[in-house]
């Protein structure tokens, strides 16, 4: 039985895994060398279990490392039968599997890393045109513009780096932000941050509170010379 694998993204469009680093899979099962464990590439899987795999049993696929810029697939668990075809035990949206004359290709579709930021203000109302620079490490990446309801997308981030956010334009009556925000992107393509006081994650969001530009009145007393 000889299986290969093959990773798409969500538009089914072929990943440039030689580019982006090859996709590593956890696989579970007892094969015929005795073992209960291998560790795959979409590289070198179909060398790696050629001959391994037994007939009526089953093996669970787990993606342990996505190609940079993805987020994991997370698991698929497949029955090998005995003409040679494999079949998942469970339908994933995310696995699709196709049996041919002598090779059976498991696809993948992985979906991209996007991080969204929310800013708001006290009422919990997006806030339109605050201005971020994004940065990993000292390295500038692209500017950001919130939308008419607060919100901006950060596309083409890869799991495992930090990067910086700085407000340089704050939205109009608002202050702008002293502090940067600091955020590591997991495997799970969810930010986390350190403790900001104005900052919280949810989900696949950062959420960015401004306070209002505070304005002071002082009233003086003119004396008739």
């Known amino acids: ?29 007892t094969f015929s060398d005795g073992t209960e464990e291998k560790t795959v590439t979409s590289a070198n899987i179909s060398t790696v279990l050629n001959t391994q795999l037994i007939a009526g049993n089953q093996y669970t696929f787990i993606e342990v490392k996505a190609p940079d810029g993805y987020e994991l697939a997370g698991t698929l668990t497949i029955e090998v ?10 339908d994933n949206n995310q696995w699709t599997i196709d049996n041919g004359q002598s090779i059976s290709q498991i696809n993948v579709y992985d979906q991209s890393i996007v991080i969204h930021i929310k800013k708001l203000n006290n009422d919990n109302e997006g806030l339109k045109n605050a201005t971020f620079a994004l940065y990993l490490g000292d390295q500038y990446m692209e500017t950001l513009i919130t939308d008419e309801n607060g919100n901006v997308s950060m596309n083409h981030l890869i799991q495992g780096k930090t990067y910086t956010l700085k407000e340089t334009v704050a939205p109009e009556g608002y202050k702008l932000l002293s502090d940067t925000i600091l955020f590591t992107v997991g495997d799970d393509g969810r930010p986390s941050i350190n403790e900001y006081e104005y900052v919280q994650i949810n989900n696949e969001t950062i959420e960015i509170l401004n306070e209002e530009t505070e304005i002071s009145f002082v009233k003086r007393i003119l004396h008739d010379q």
């Open 1 to 29: 039985i000889t299986i290969n694998l093959k990773k798409y993204d969500s538009h089914q469009n072929p990943i440039e895994e030689t580019q982006l680093g090859y996709a590593q899979f956890k696989v579970t099962g």
């Open 81 to 90: 039968h005995t003409d040679g075809t494999i079949s998942a035990v469970e």
